[in-house]
């Protein structure tokens, strides 16, 4: 019995422990429900403008001289003098000798020539002569020849002074030539003969390109003739597009003011790019940039071309175009709207929509992780903008890419 009851008591203790707590947790109070609202994802946003915009286009090109010509010596000779100026960087004056060759011996050949001339002068005076005495012999001749006549005699006579005449000519050229100078104002590029030298015909003695005009070849692809609205082939019939020109030289930024004057006719192959010419008229004089700073050739540059306009266009920042042509917009409920939007040009800061979104309407310009159409968004007005504008001088202008 004792043994019973020892095995019966910490059974009944266990069951009424488990019944107390099942009772204890089936009538504990329900706790109470809260329902939590869906939290807005903040953005930031800006408005859509509703501006008149002018297409600008930019670029980069070098800048090279419509002229350029290799100085090649046309006589041979002992070189004799060396102008100062004509040293890399040098300013030549159109028509001053740059460098001389020794002329001795075509002085020489201008006095013989200019004797053989008198010669053949005095050779046709007597030829004359004696055609003339010929003639009245034979008066009354009526079978009288040409030969009889003397008129051969006189041909050859006029002959050889035409050909002492040329070389007279000729030596008055070559003589000209010993000294060597250029056609127009312009710089030396580099020199490669000195004095003492001696050269011959086709001897390379240096470099120079004219200072009259440059020019900067630029290379322009499709999208850049959409914002021009030019052709292929084109050629300025007045002065030609404005375009502003930009490096920096010697720690500032230079600008010089040129012209877009003609495009070439043919796609470049390699590349699919049309190339654009700019001209700068006097870049080393009237030309230069606000500092003072000359449009050097050989300088890199950028361009920025200013093109079409287009009236009453719908401008968003260009953080708010989205891959695939989509913009990210928030509705008066605050609630997110994916919409497709056509694109009618686009640059690194800006893109002008065609269709797709209204004036004033809000467009996300922060990034959002998996967009869903209709999710609550919180707008937040973008304020770098106009902190950037204000401190940096940040602008808005429509530049191509």
Known sequence: MKKLISILVPVIVLASGFGIYSLLHWSKPEPEKKQEPVRALSVFVEPVEQTSVSLTVETSGEVRARTHVDIVAQVAGQVVSVSPEFTEGGIV?????MLTIED???????????ASVAAAEVGVQQALATADVAR??????ANATDLALKKPQVAQAEAR???AMADLAQAETNL????????????VVNKMVDIGQYITPGTRIGTAFATDMVEVRLPLNDSHLASLDLPIGYTAQDAGLDVDLSSVVAGRNQHWQGKLVRLDAAVESETRMVYGIVEVPAPYTDNVSQHGMPLAVGLYVNALIRGREINHAHVIPRD????????????????????????A???QDKAIIAAGVKPDERVVVSSIRNPIDGMALEAMQNTYKETAVRQYGVSDDIHGE
Do not use: C, M, W
Request: charge should be positive; aromatic fraction near 6%.
């Open 320 to 343: 708010a175009l989205r891959a695939g042509n989509h913009v990210y917009v928030v509705n008066d409920q605050g609630r997110l709207e994916v919409r497709d939007v056509e694109v």
């Open 136 to 141: 009245k012999q034979l008066r009354g001749s």
């Open 176 to 187: 000209k030539r010993t000294r060597i100078a250029l056609p127009f104002e312009g710089r």
């Open 345 to 347: 040009h686009s640059t």
């Open 104 to 114: 001795t011996d075509y002085r020489f050949a201008l006095l013989q020539a200019e």
């Open 161 to 163: 002074l035409k050909a």
């Open 93 to 97: 004056a159109p028509g001053v000798a």
